[in-house]
Antibody, heavy 120, light 110 residues
Framework: QITLKESGPTLVAPTQTLTLTCTFS??????????VGWIRQPPGEALEWLAL???????RHSPSLENSLTITKDIYRNRVVLTLMNMDPVDTGTYYC????????????WGQGHLVTVSS | QSVLTQPASVSGSPGQSITISCTGT?????????VAWYQQHPGEAPRLIIY???YRPSGVSPRFSGSKSGNTASLTIFRLQAADDADYYC??????????FGSGTKVIVL
């Protein structure tokens, strides 16, 4: 059974760096065929794709956030970490991590989501 | 990269069929058979209902059907039910090796 869960701060001050952790079980992120991505959703708004990492360390980033976003994996602790620098109130929203297979266009398993508020 | 364009809302009565469009460009929807659709109920995480244009994950009702023509993908929901009242998002792989989501469509079951 595949599960994922996001964790991290719920409140971040503007200009600070956000670090979110996705802890997963039911699979191992050591195969090029398996990936974990991050997607966020501002309150009442649409989903926004952020980043993706595969087991072979193939990384993808949203072009609009490429200079402020980092994604890494820790296969020994079954974690994927997302770092987003220079946070702004517009970055407020629910952050999801999700599992996908390389040959599939869809994220098949999702975490419950983690609400982050950016405010002073 | 721009968000894929979806209608803000689509409505239908129980038992009817509805179709949601998702318009992109040749750099995303039109260029790859890597379109997915998600259903999201309020307060919940999205749920994958279609992947690779027209494949359904295990456990998803056959009432959901996906297709694509040119730069536009479509999701059809047959025999609409009250439980289908939700937000729906499309997504696509892009020529920058990234993904992009649609603007979202609220399906209203009358």
């Amino acid at each position: 059974q595949i599960t994922l869960k996001e964790s991290g701060p719920t409140l971040v001050a503007p200009t600070q760096t956000l670090t979110l952790t996705c802890t997963f079980s039911g699979f191992s992120l050591n195969s090029r065929e398996v990936g974990v991505g991050w997607i966020r959703q501002p309150p009442g708004e649409a989903l926004e794709w952020l980043a993706l990492i595969y087991g072979d360390d193939d990384k993808r980033h949203s072009p609009s956030l490429e200079n402020s976003l980092t994604i890494t994996k820790d296969i020994y602790r079954n974690r994927v970490v997302l770092t987003l620098m220079n946070m702004d109130p517009v970055d407020t929203g629910t952050y999801y991590c999700a599992y996908k297979m390389r040959d599939s266009s869809g994220y098949e398993y999702w975490g419950q989501g983690h609400l982050v508020t950016v405010s002073s | 990269q721009s968000v894929l364009t979806q209608p803000a809302s689509v409505s239908g009565s129980p038992g009817q069929s509805i179709t949601i469009s998702c318009t992109g460009t040749s750099s995303d929807v039109g260029g790859y058979d890597y379109v997915a659709w998600y259903q999201q109920h309020p307060g919940e995480a999205p749920r994958l209902i279609i992947y690779n244009v027209d494949y359904r994950p295990s456990g998803v009702s056959p009432r959901f059907s996906g297709s694509k023509s040119g730069n536009t993908a479509s999701l059809t929901i047959f025999r609409l039910q009250a439980a289908d009242d939700a937000d729906y998002y499309c997504s696509s792989y892009t020529n920058r090796r990234t993904h992009v989501f649609g603007s979202g469509t609220k399906v209203i079951v009358l």
